[in-house]
Structure formats: C-alpha cells, structure tokens
C-alpha cells in the first residue's frame, strides 16, 4: 500500500494554490527515515552524510543538518547547497570523481572532508593546492562477488575508486606526504534491496583496515560505506530491514575491527533510502489520447522524473478521489517530451481515466526533481514541502521562460 501524506480534499485546496505539476516532500517521513537508519547503527559512533545529489535543495539538506547528519557533495553547486544548509567543515564530505580543481580548492576553504577517487589526484591536489590533515579514499573492490547493480555495474566496469594495490599506495605516498588522519570509502551499489550486499561491503572495507593497519601502521578514523540502500518501488517489494543491516554490521565489526584492536567511527551517505520514499509528483491529466494504444497525457514529463526513461525504473502511480476503484483499464503515461521513451509507466493498470485528474507518481523524493533537465525546452517544476506542522512551503520556483533565455547570449 502506498501512501499519500495529504487528504484528496487537502490536495485539492493546495493545487488551487499552487498548480500542478509540482514534487512535493513530506518533512515528517524524511527525518523518521533518518532515524531509522541512525537507529541501526546506535552501536557505534555513526554519522549519516546525506547525498546531495538525491534532493539537491537546501532546505531539505537542513532537515538533515537539524537532525545531526552531514552532507555527502559531488560538485561545486552541491558544496554551496550543504553550506547554504548550515553545514560547514567536517560534516561536509565531498565525493567526486574526475575531480575539478575549483572543487579541491573550495572543499580545502570550508575544510570538509576530501575523499579522493583517484591516486593521481593526490599528486594533483598536492601540486595545485594543498593537502589537508585528513583525507579519504575511495576503494573499488573488485573481490566483490556482485553479479552486477543496474545503475552502478559491476565494480570492474566501474569508473570509480582506487583499486586494491593502488590503496596501499595511496596511503602510504599520503602519508609520506604529511597526511595525518585517514577514512576509507566506497559505494558498490544502488538501489539495492538485498541485505546480504551492504554485509558483505562492510566485510571486505573491515578485512582492508585492518590489513591496512599491518601493512602501513595507519589506523583509519573512519570507515564510510557509502549509500546505495534501496527502496521498495514496486507494491509488493519489501523495504530494506535497517535493523538487520545494523546488526550484521555489529558482529563483523567486532569480530574483525575491534578482535585487531580498531575501532574506526561509521559512516553512510544515503540519498534514496533518506528522500526517496518520502517524495512525489503530483500532475494533471491534459489530454487522453486513443491510437494504437490508450495513453494518458500529463502536464510533466520525464524532465520531471527521468528514471523511468533512464533505467525503465517502476513508480507507482495513484489517481486522487479514484484510489479504491478497480484498476481495469491499461494506460501508458506519458509526458510531452519529443521523446518515445517520455513514459511514466507502460502498459499500467489504472482506474478510468478523465481528462483533469490528478495523478500522484510515488516515490520521487530522491533522484527525481533533481535529474530534471530542459532538453526540448521543457522547464523544471515546483518543489514544496509539507513542514512537520503541516504547513506547506514552496521550496523551489518552477522555471520560467526567462530562466530559460538567461543563458543565452
Ligand atoms: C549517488 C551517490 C550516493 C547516494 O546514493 P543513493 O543510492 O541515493 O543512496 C552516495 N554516495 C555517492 C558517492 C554517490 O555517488
């Protein structure tokens, strides 16, 4: 069963106020969701980075910063967006790869947590900027036994990370070269819902502390194992159980951390799993549309919510004042884009449909308004949020056509 924080009838005051289509997020369920996860690891010192890049508006990344949480960044922008959240040095991290120097320098000025994706940019850094007391690396495993994630592939394909006899070398040259204090990193999957991966990670990331301990005599500070936690899209898929995630993670870290005398802080930078579930689009049925196929026509399109286009990922789809009709006829919906792949959903199975409805597409809140784009010069839509009070905020203007000349010369 999905849900809808708001009633049909508060839906439709709201819409008379600010027109469809629009994401809107639910305050409450993000910062539950927040707790759940910080729950499973109570154990130990634990700090959640939220992925910027999942729901990239400062608002919600301050519901994070209220609640504890830092901020995992990936760009420029993504470092102001966290800054502008109220965070600043070590509760920032920043995560990029093929890394621009302006990024190095800004994460240097605000002292955030740098976690290089590559051995060459030690050197880089070094060389044009300056290296700070402590630094990050991220880890490739290839010794991972996944058959491959969809959006991520498998970690020999991956662009990302340092292999396995690159990371001793990095922390040794780093260290060589005055670094003080180390964390490690990695991220393996995405949207994954199977418990089993995030164990395994967290065994393979504890085996390498310690060897790196041996090897190197560095005792890493902290350990971050990246985001990638998954959501049930799907009606019948079953959430993640955090709790189990949490204490498998236990019993490896004492069994292999603590047994060699670590003790390395934890650390996530969860986006999906944080916003994901607490998102949606709300939009209009503009036109209906009987060929070869019945389709319905919204007043968003995939530059509103790309995933669907982009790795044919399901959302759920719910129709206001229609929720307990039968679901008896099939609709593929469809945005305006000049794009075939401008489908929200194929061959769904929907209660009749009527030219005004609303519909709700479940599960945007992360990675959703975010991937908007302007091809075809389509314009980004609204973003409001449903305050824990229950007042609605309107976080982000749509876009207008003079956004869309302001880079034109
Ligand atoms: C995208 C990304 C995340 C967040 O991934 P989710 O699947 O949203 O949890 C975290 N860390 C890095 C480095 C990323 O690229």
Not at 71 to 95: F, R, V, W, Y
Not at 111 to 122: E, M, Q, R, Y
Not at 193 to 209: D, H, K, P, W
Not at 238 to 256: A, H, Q, R, W
Request: with cysteine; charged share 25%; hydrophobic share 40%.
């Amino acid at each position: 069963m999905k849900n809808f924080p708001l009633t049909n009838e508060q839906l439709h005051k709201l819409i008379k106020k600010f027109p469809t289509p629009f994401h809107i997020y639910d305050e409450r369920k993000i910062k539950n969701n927040l707790q759940r996860l910080k729950k499973a690891f109570e154990w130990v010192d634990f700090k959640e980075y939220f992925a910027v890049k999942a729901t990239p508006n400062p608002k919600i990344v301050k519901i994070f910063a209220d609640d504890g949480a830092g901020a995992d960044c990936s760009s420029l922008p993504e470092l102001l967006i966290a800054q502008k959240a109220g965070l600043q040095n070590k509760n920032i991290i920043l995560t990029s790869n093929d890394t621009p120097l302006d990024e190095f320098e800004e994460a240097l000025k605000i002292g955030a947590i740098i976690n290089l994706d590559d051995i060459s940019h030690l050197k880089f850094l070094a060389e044009n900027a300056r290296l700070p007391e402590i630094l990050c690396f991220r880890y490739n495993p290839a010794d991972i036994s996944n058959e491959g994630n969809d959006i991520i592939g498998k970690p020999q394909e991956a662009k990302y990370g340092l292999t396995r006899k690159q990371i001793f070398q990095a922390y040794q040259s780093a260290k060589d070269m005055g670094v003080k204090h180390f964390g490690l990193h990695t991220m393996v999957a995405s949207n994954e819902l199977y418990t089993q991966i995030f164990l395994t990670t967290a065994e393979i990331m504890f085996n390498l502390a310690v060897e790196i301990k041996n090897k190197l005599n560095i005792e890493l500070e902290f350990i971050n194992l990246g985001g990638g936690i998954g959501i049930p899209y799907r009606p019948e898929q079953k959430p993640v159980d955090l709790e189990t995630v949490g204490s498998g993670i236990k019993n490896l870290y004492e069994n292999i951390l603590v047994k060699n005398n670590l003790n390395p802080a934890l650390a996530m930078e969860s986006g999906r799993a944080m916003t994901g579930d607490a998102g949606w689009l709300v939009s209009t049925v503009r036109h209906l549309k009987n060929t070869y196929k019945n389709y319905v026509g919204l007043d968003s399109c995939m530059a509103d919510l790309m995933r669907p286009a982009m790795y044919g990922a399901y959302h759920h789809i719910t129709v206001a004042d229609k929720e307990n009709l039968p679901r008896d006829h099939i609709y593929d919906v469809t945005g305006s884009l000049c794009e075939n792949n401008d489908k929200f959903a194929i061959d769904r199975e929907l209660p009749k449909i009527e030219v005004g409805d609303i519909l709700i597409i479940h599960d945007t809140g992360a990675h959703g308004h975010a991937m908007g784009f302007n091809y075809n010069g389509k314009l980004r839509h609204a973003e409001l949020l449903i305050r824990e009070n229950g007042e609605i905020e309107m976080i982000r203007r749509a876009e207008t056509v003079e956004d869309y000349f302001s880079t034109l010369v």
